[in-house]
Every structure is written in C-alpha cells, then in structure tokens.
C-alpha cells in the first residue's frame, strides 16, 4: 500500500516549491512589510512642504504646454513643423502664389516646390532668399535649408509605341 501524499511543511516536494516561490518574490518585490508607524514617521519626516496641493512642480499645466513638452521629448518637432509649413504654404508666400504653386515634400533640408507654370517657377526661383528668411523665422524647427522649384513636367518624345528615331516634332505647337 502507498502512503498519502502530504501537502505543507512536511517535505513534500509541493510544499517546498511554494516555499521557494515565495521566497524568490519575497527578494524581488522587497517583502519587507512596512508598518504604519514608520510610514508616518516617513511622511512627518518629508516634511509639509512635499504634500501642499498647489506646490513647486505640483500646479495644473495647460494642454498646449503638457503637448509641447510630450513632442520635444519624443523628438517630434521637427516633422511637426515640417508638416505644419507644408499646410500653411498660402499664408507663408501669400494667396496669389499659392494658387499657382504647391509645396510637395522636405527631405534632407531642401523643400520641394511644383509650380504651374515654368514663369511661376522662376519668379519664385527669384523669390528664394525672401521665402527661406521667412520659413527660418516662423518655422525654424522644420529643418529647411533651401528650396527647390519645379516647373510642369514636358512630355517626352524619346520612349512609347510611337517614337521615332530624331530629335522629334519641331514646329508642330502654334
């Protein structure tokens, strides 16, 4: 006949592994039980000032600043004004440009330009310098170091099923 299998402290191997468990979460979590008595002690000794409401560090922040301090530290803000300068693109050269141009990406530095036309291109090729002083004063975050404007792509007569060898239509546009 087999004996019972005993549960506890009597050496059974069950008994043993909760005991081992336990002491194992004992180290980890710091089982060491604080009294009461010495969590006032702790509390009397912080002194008053670490509990007042309306304390150093302990004021109510506005929205916009709890938002500018969560971008700045998760390094958002430089695709934040990037973006920002890529929306308000009519405000920045104002609305008769915009009409005839349209900002397109930012990469490394250089911010894309598409305009309508290849005289848009050039006139805002001539307004560079004014722009980019602009862009550095209301959205220095954003990284932009130069522009580049692009006029209408022209088709292209070298490649498709009906190109020819040469150097292609001449005076065939008016």
Partial sequence: MTEPRRYGRDGDP??????SVYL??????????????RKRRDR?????????????????????????????G??????????ELLGNWAELCGEDTARYSE?????????LVQCQSTAWATQLRLMRHELLVRIA??????GVDTIRFQGPGAPSWKR???????????????
Wanted: charged share 25%.
């Fill in 160 to 174: 498709g099923p009906r190109s020819i060898p040469g150097r292609g239509p001449r005076d065939t546009y008016g």
């Fill in 74 to 83: 998760l390094g958002w803000n430089s695709p934040l004004a990037q973006h």
């Fill in 14 to 19: 069950a008994g043993e592994l909760s005991v």
């Fill in 103 to 111: 900002p397109v990406s930012i990469s490394d530095g250089v911010l």
């Fill in 44 to 72: 009397a000794a912080a002194g008053p000032q670490d509990s007042v409401p309306y304390g150093k560090g302990r004021d109510p922040k506005g929205l916009g600043s709890v938002i500018d301090s969560l971008t700045a």
């Fill in 137 to 142: 004063e209301k959205y220095p975050e954003a």
């Fill in 24 to 37: 194992r979460f004992k180290e980890v979590f710091g089982g060491e039980r604080v009294s009461r008595d």
